[in-house]
T-cell receptor, first 112, second 112 residues
Framework: NAGVTQTPKFRVLKTGQSMTLLCAQD?????MYWYRQDPGMGLRLIHYSVGEGTTAKGEVPDGYNVSRLKKQNFLLGLESAAPSQTSVYFC?????FGYGYTFGSGTRLTVV | SQQGEEDPQALSIQEGENATMNCSYKTSINNLQWYRQNSGRGLVHLIL?????REKHSGRLRVTLDTSKKSSSLLITASRAADTASYFC????????????FGTGTRLLVSP
């Protein structure tokens, strides 16, 4: 099925550990995004990409890095996890202006 | 910072009733979008309305946009228990890069 796939779905990390979240889309979308969702705060943009090989900072980029080496994949990295990064992470993609976004099912991350 | 604020934060109705959710935003927009999120799941795109449109329909959904008041409303007619979810409005600004900025959402509970 076409869409956005996120892996893993759940993860528990210890403070200071690192990990990478993978997002893959098969719709040939140019734009990809990483959001985090915390209770009562809606979704906040972490990083985004306008195309293969490009990345840019969003609203809450500190503590995260991203890479888009292939058009269909957008990776989110946590170099040294902190409890404040406990959240649900969503990846999304779109063709561009005037189109809705397609979201993945999310990754629930707990940092202890 | 969040762009939009939804009102009410929570809404409880009976099946068959209509549900109305409102969204206010701060800046000039290119388009406004509404999303649904079922508990523990990703976001699903419902409808997009452009800044030069005033009303749009999709099935049981009706969206209005008043750019002079910087506000939008989502009406769900003849609600069903399956409509129980959180609903988010999100805006794409008229300038700069295309990115969705979300409000904090309305939690809708439809009781049988």
């Amino acid at each position: 099925n076409a869409g956005v796939t996120q892996t893993p779905k759940f993860r528990v990390l210890k403070t200071g550990q690192s990990m990478t979240l993978l997002c893959a889309q098969d719709m040939n979308h140019e734009y990809m995004y990483w959001y985090r969702q915390d209770p009562g705060m809606g979704l906040r943009l972490i990083h985004y990409s306008v195309g293969e090989g490009t990345t840019a900072k969003g609203e809450v980029p500190d503590g995260y890095n991203v890479s888009r080496l292939k058009k269909q994949n957008f990776l989110l990295g946590l170099e040294s996890a902190a409890p404040s990064q406990t959240s649900v992470y969503f990846c999304a993609s779109t063709y561009g202006f005037g189109y809705g976004y397609t979201f993945g099912s999310g990754t629930r991350l707990t940092v202890v | 910072s969040q762009q939009g604020e939804e009102d009410p934060q929570a809404l409880s109705i009976q099946e068959g009733e209509n549900a109305t959710m409102n969204c206010s935003y701060k800046t000039s927009i290119n388009n406004l979008q509404w999303y649904r999120q079922n508990s523990g799941r990703g976001l699903v795109h419902l409808i997009l309305i452009r800044s030069n449109e005033r009303e749009k329909h999709s099935g049981r959904l009706r969206v209005t946009l008043d750019t002079s008041k910087k506000s939008s409303s989502l009406l769900i007619t003849a609600s069903r228990a399956a409509d129980t979810a959180s609903y988010f409005c999100a805006t794409v600004a008229n300038t700069g890069f295309q990115k969705l900025v979300f409000g904090t959402g309305t939690r809708l509970l439809v009781s049988p």
